[in-house]
């Protein structure tokens, strides 16, 4: 695997403030969406797919501000009750992440609306929009999380609202950071990478290797927390396959550790 590193000054980012946050996102136009929930629900059924441990989400709105609605387990994995979100700004989420990460945090779901609002109609629902950073659970410590967007409403070219997905990824452990931002466009098959580097970012381009539907599969169910056996009795393999499976993960990934293996196929947006 080889990793090339360039400093790229016109793709910094750089921390955004929540008043920076509010004057870029907040769009004058008023949304006419009765049942926001309804609204994403393909979303929210797909979510379970892609999730890497338990998780929840929310559905701000641009115009007002705030946030119109939130999965009914938010309690269980934050320190805020469900009547607390709904009741929230859009920008609660900031209350809830480490201090260090917030701002990054805001900066990187600014840039990833600006990217998403430039391309074609027909490839705005194919981003994928990966955010790792840390978060108080529901005992008020820190852990990492994985935030994505799985879906945005775009209206007269601006986005008026979008759905939250914030995975806990407390399951895992990370021996380093993990980078902050992947931006992922499925149908040109380009992957772009940002990473704190002081005080601007990285653009990181990686030679990735290739991850078949049949191990995307497997690691899902091991960030789960399955075992060998209980992999095999899920996907109807024998627990050999399943082991020769994970055996050529770990030589493609080069991770000795399903930690490690897990890690790297999320941070690297592979599934």
């Known amino acids: ?9 016109k793709n910094t980012l750089k921390p955004l403030s929540v008043k920076q ?34 998780h929840f989400w929310f559905i701000g709105n641009n115009h007002e501000m705030k946030i119109v609605a939130a999965s009914k387990n938010i309690n269980e994995l934050t320190p805020y009750s469900h009547e607390r979100w709904t009741n929230g700004t859009a920008l609660f989420l900031v209350e809830n992440l480490h201090p260090d990460d917030s701002l990054y945090v805001l900066s990187g779901l600014n840039l990833a609306v600006k990217k998403i609002e430039e391309l074609p109609v027909e490839r705005q629902q194919n981003v994928r929009v990966n955010i790792y950073a840390r978060m108080l659970n529901a005992s008020t410590e820190y852990r990492w999380v994985l935030i994505q967007m799985p879906g945005l409403y775009i209206g007269r070219d601006r986005t008026t609202c979008g ?11 990370f021996n380093q950071n993990p980078i902050l931002m992947t931006l992922t466009d499925k149908i040109a098959n380009q992957n772009i990478y940002y990473n704190i580097a002081s ?32 992999i095999a009795e899920k996907l109807f393999l024998s627990y050999h396959t399943v082991e020769n499976h994970k055996r050529n993960l770990r030589q493609k990934t080069n991770s000795k550790t399903s930690a490690e293996l897990i890690n790297y196929v999320w941070s690297n947006n592979l599934i």
């Open 1 to 9: 695997m080889y990793i090339y590193l360039k400093k790229c000054k």
């Open 21 to 54: 946050f509010n004057q870029i996102a907040k769009n004058e136009n008023p949304i006419n969406i009765d049942n926001y929930e309804a609204f994403f629900q393909k979303e929210i059924d797909e979510a379970s797919n892609y999730a890497a441990g338990p």
């Open 199 to 230: 005080d601007e970012m990285k653009l990181v381009n990686v030679d990735l290797p290739n991850i078949t539907k049949r191990e995307q599969e497997i690691v899902k169910l091991m960030a789960k927390g399955l075992n060998s056996p209980e």
């Open 163 to 173: 759905i939250i997905m914030i995975t806990d990824l407390s399951h895992l452990s």
